[in-house]
């Protein structure tokens, strides 16, 4: 079974500073999604950035990009120029075209915001 | 475009009732999910549902069950509820098809069920 793991229970970065979230997943498959999705206190889950395991290029969104290891099944994100409204829960996920649209996520990091 | 839509936002039901849980998708997607989040279990998926069909299901108890109508809305049911069932559920919608590879999910702002 895949498994995602987010070792950093907790996260704090000043304001406009740049930091990154770890993720390491675990899997067989050689064809596969990684997401990171964003869920701040009003609980509604959004999607910060995907990228396809196929593809070597790290993807990114604005202020959003992602370290893709393949090899070392590791898919960190950096977030630059933090905001305060970047706190919130953030959570790593996989999924598989074999498993429908079925995600399996990480247990989230908590990300601080200092101003 | 509207939103996915999850009614009712809160609930408080007692042991041994049952519940039932709305979601209506965004708009030409066809595929809902639906997932349970708690402190203790983290996010964990349920069930999903494709033209009325259930696609693929987690790891949880008869209790639990969906269904998807016509018109792609969905809801899930929890019988004999639990203390342990008190949790925020979550839907999840997204497009389908080959197009729509890898597209994730567009979630809902859950339901939180608290069982007393």
């Known amino acids: 079974a895949q498994t995602v793991t987010q070792s950093q229970p907790e996260m704090s970065v000043q304001e406009a500073e740049t930091v990154t979230l770890s993720c390491t997943y675990d899997?067989?498959?050689?064809?596969?999604?990684l997401f990171w999705y964003k869920q701040p206190p009003s609980r509604q889950m959004i999607l910060v950035i995907r990228q396809e395991a196929y593809k070597q290029q790290n993807a990114t969104e604005n202020r959003f990009s992602v370290n893709f290891q393949k090899a070392a099944k590791s898919f960190s994100l950096k977030i630059s120029d933090s905001q305060l409204g970047d706190a919130a829960m953030y959570f790593c996920?996989?999924?598989?075209?074999?498993?429908?649209?079925?995600?399996?996520f990480g247990g989230g990091t908590r990300l601080m915001v200092k101003p | 475009k509207a939103g996915v839509t999850q009614t009712p936002r809160y609930l408080i039901k007692t042991r041994g009732q049952q519940v039932t849980l709305s979601c209506s998708p965004i708009?030409?997607?066809?595929?809902v999910s639906w997932y349970q989040q708690t402190p203790g279990q983290g996010l964990q998926f349920l069930f999903e549902y494709f033209s009325e069909t259930q696609r693929n299901k987690g790891n949880f108890p008869g209790r639990f069950s969906g269904r998807q109508f016509s018109n792609s809305r969905s809801e899930m049911n929890v019988s004999t509820l639990e203390l342990g069932d008190s949790a925020l559920y979550l839907c999840a919608s997204s497009p389908v098809g080959s197009s729509h590879q890898g597209y994730g999910y567009t979630f809902g702002s859950g339901t939180r069920l608290t069982v007393v």
């Open positions: 996920a996989y999924g598989t075209l074999n498993a429908g649209n079925m995600l399996t």
């Open positions: 708009s030409g997607h066809r595929s």
């Open positions: 899997t067989s498959e050689s064809d596969y999604y």
